[in-house]
Structures are given as C-alpha cells and as structure tokens.
C-alpha cells in the first residue's frame, strides 16, 4: 500500500522562530500520520524538499528521489530557501538507504553519494494517452480556428523551454501554427512568444484533455535549453507524445539521445524549422507504431516493479 503525506508548516524562508515551528509540526504530523496508517516503521519517500525538513524525518528505511537540478532551479526562481540547499541535499542522499534520480546524470551526482543509487526515468500513464492512438477524439474548441497544420508543446512555461528558439522557428514557418499548452511560471521569456503572430499560447488544460490536443498536432515539440540545469530532464512529454504515436522534435538534451532513433534532434532555428517540416512530412503508420511502443517499454507500471524489485533485495 502506497500513502502520500502532504505536511503543512510556515515557509522556512520566515525567520529562525518558524523555522524551529515548521520542523516541530512536520515531525508531528509525520508521527501522527505513521500511526494512523500502522507503519513500524514507514519506508519515507521524499523528494528534494525533505532535505530542508532532515531532523524531522523518523528513523527508518528511506528513499530519495531526485527528480531535477533542484538547487539550480531555486537560484533561477531567486529563491531564499538555495542558502544551504546543496548541503542539505547531500546530507539527504547519504542518510538515505536507497536513491533514484531520473536521469544519468543526476545518477552519476548521486553515486558519489550513496552507492545505493539507481536509475528510474519519467514514464508515462500508458492507458490515459492510448487514446490519442486509437481513437479519434474531439478537437479542442481553441485549436479549431488555427491554421493548419499545428505543431505544439505541451508542458510547464518555466525556466526549461528555449523562448527564443520557440519565436525565432515560427517566423521561419509562417504558414504552420505554434500552439503552447501549460501553465505559465513568473520571470520567464513567455513574453518574447506574444508579439510572433502564428504562436498561440492557450494556456494550462485539465490533464483529462491533453491526449486530444496531442492527438490534433502535426508534430509534437521539446524546445528545451540545453544548459546546466536542463542536462538531466527526462521530459515526460516524451513519451506522453510517443504513446500517442506523434512525431517529436527535440533539442538534443542528454536524454533526448537516446530516443535518436525515434525522435529528431535539432539545434538552433533553422535547423528546428527543418526538422518540423521533415517530421510532418515523412510520418507514416510504421513510425507511430514504433514510437507506440517506446513508450510501452517506458510504462509507470514498469517503473513500479523495478522500484519493488530494488527495495525488495
């Protein structure tokens, strides 16, 4: 059986006062919450934040899972809470007895720290966006009056997505329709997007709704950076686009590379641009069955019998 906790305290951005008062209610209700469910003792699964909360976590099994460069995206945000954060990361990884990270080259990081550390990429929900592959579903009212064809993103505008590429590649393809599907996140270069007349940025969608606006693109898009902070995504629009059997076309960020075969990786504008018109225009039934199987292979039910596999030896 698998709980998730979800605890409430002050922001420990506040001041030393409610610091202290953030870590003594975490470490109560995490108590509280053991006891409800009958865990002796409770194998912890936490996540980068659970380093600023170390002295309240009971003694036990416990996993940590790395996810992204967490520490390089407070810095980007300008957040407070970076004081210390790699410090307190480490001091996670080596306290706990396993550690997954998302991608090779946070594995490689955390090796250094905990030879306990094992490889578990984003997957997908197979039966939510199988859909996309089989059936036909309802256009979205905000794509109907779109020229065709549309090519899209899907995904959180934050500090991943290349903005200057995003523009620069819809000027050089005017008569295809750029359609941007996420919610939007503060100090990001979403604003250099507004002013290219082909790009539509329609916002975040209920998650129920984004097979059908995957389904209704030409080509599916990663334009992330390729930076420090990008180098270990495992962007789970990968094979949420995959399971829908849609050409993608990424920039070719480390994890990217691996999927070459069935996804094309470009670099800067014009070579973006190429590769669009490319994807769109050699699809065929064998390439969508192929790319439908790649995320077969890349299921979080798969996930979750390797994760067993591993706390189980």
Same mark, same amino acid.
């Given at each position: 059986?698998?709980?998730?906790?979800?605890?409430?305290?002050?922001?420990?951005?506040?001041?030393?006062?409610?610091?202290?008062?953030?870590?003594?209610?975490?470490?109560?209700?995490?108590?509280?919450?053991?006891?409800?469910?009958?865990?002796?003792?409770?194998?912890?699964?936490?996540?980068?934040?659970?380093?600023?909360?170390?002295?309240?976590?009971?003694?036990?099994?416990?996993?940590?899972?790395?996810?992204?460069?967490?520490?390089?995206?407070?810095?980007?945000?300008?957040?407070?809470?970076?004081? &210390?954060?790699?410090?307190?990361?480490?001091? !996670? @990884?080596?306290? #706990?007895?396993?550690?997954?990270?998302? /991608?090779? =080259?946070?594995?490689?990081?955390?090796?250094?720290?905990?030879?306990?550390?094992?490889?578990?990429?984003?997957?997908?929900?197979?039966?939510?966006?199988?859909?996309?592959?089989?059936?036909?579903?309802?256009?979205?009212?905000?794509?109907?009056?779109?020229?065709?064809?549309?090519?899209?993103?899907?995904?959180?505008? &934050?500090?991943?997505?290349?903005?200057?590429? !995003? @523009?620069?590649? #819809?000027?050089?393809?005017?008569?295809? /329709?750029? =359609?941007?599907?996420?919610?939007?996140?503060?100090?990001?270069?979403?604003?250099?997007?507004?002013?290219?007349?082909?790009?539509?940025?329609?916002?975040?969608?209920?998650?129920?709704?984004v097979p059908a606006y995957i389904q209704h693109f030409a080509v599916c898009l990663i334009p992330y950076l390729v930076n420090d902070m990008t180098r270990g995504v495992v962007s789970l629009k990968l094979f949420e686009y995959l399971a829908a059997g849609k050409p993608v076309v990424a920039t070719p960020l480390p994890e990217n590379e691996a999927f070459s075969h069935a996804i094309t990786l470009a670099q800067g504008p014009r070579d973006f641009a190429a590769a669009?018109?490319?994807?769109?225009?050699?699809?065929?039934?064998?390439?969508?069955?192929?790319?439908?199987?790649?995320?077969?292979?890349?299921?979080?039910?798969?996930?979750?019998?390797?994760?067993?596999?591993?706390?189980?030896?």
């Amino acid at each position: 059986m698998l709980y998730l906790f979800t605890p409430w305290a002050p922001s420990l951005s506040s001041g030393p006062y409610l610091k202290d008062l953030s870590r003594a209610l975490v470490r109560r209700q995490m108590h509280r919450a053991s006891k409800q469910v009958g865990f002796k003792p409770p194998i912890m699964w936490t996540y980068f934040w659970a380093g600023l909360y170390l002295e309240t976590i009971p003694e036990g099994p416990l996993v940590y899972d790395c996810v992204d460069e967490m520490t390089l995206h407070l810095r980007f945000a300008g957040r407070r809470t970076t004081v &210390g954060a790699d410090q307190r990361e480490i001091a !996670l @990884a080596k306290k #706990a007895n396993w550690v997954f990270a998302s /991608s090779r =080259a946070l594995l490689e990081r955390m090796r250094q720290l905990n030879l306990n550390s094992h490889l578990l990429p984003n997957a997908v929900d197979i039966d939510h966006f199988l859909p996309a592959f089989e059936e036909k579903l309802a256009c979205p009212q905000d794509l109907h009056g779109l020229r065709r064809p549309v090519v899209g993103f899907v995904g959180s505008l &934050g500090p991943f997505p290349d903005y200057q590429l !995003l @523009a620069e590649t #819809a000027r050089l393809l005017p008569h295809f /329709s750029f =359609a941007i599907v996420g919610p939007r996140a503060r100090g990001t270069g979403i604003s250099s997007l507004m002013s290219v007349p082909n790009i539509h940025i329609l916002g975040e969608k209920p998650h129920s709704l984004v097979p059908a606006y995957i389904q209704h693109f030409a080509v599916c898009l990663i334009p992330y950076l390729v930076n420090d902070m990008t180098r270990g995504v495992v962007s789970l629009k990968l094979f949420e686009y995959l399971a829908a059997g849609k050409p993608v076309v990424a920039t070719p960020l480390p994890e990217n590379e691996a999927f070459s075969h069935a996804i094309t990786l470009a670099q800067g504008p014009r070579d973006f641009a190429a590769a669009i018109l490319e994807a769109a225009a050699e699809d065929s039934t064998e390439k969508r069955l192929a790319r439908l199987e790649i995320a077969r292979q890349n299921t979080w039910e798969r996930r979750c019998r390797s994760i067993i596999g591993i706390l189980s030896r």
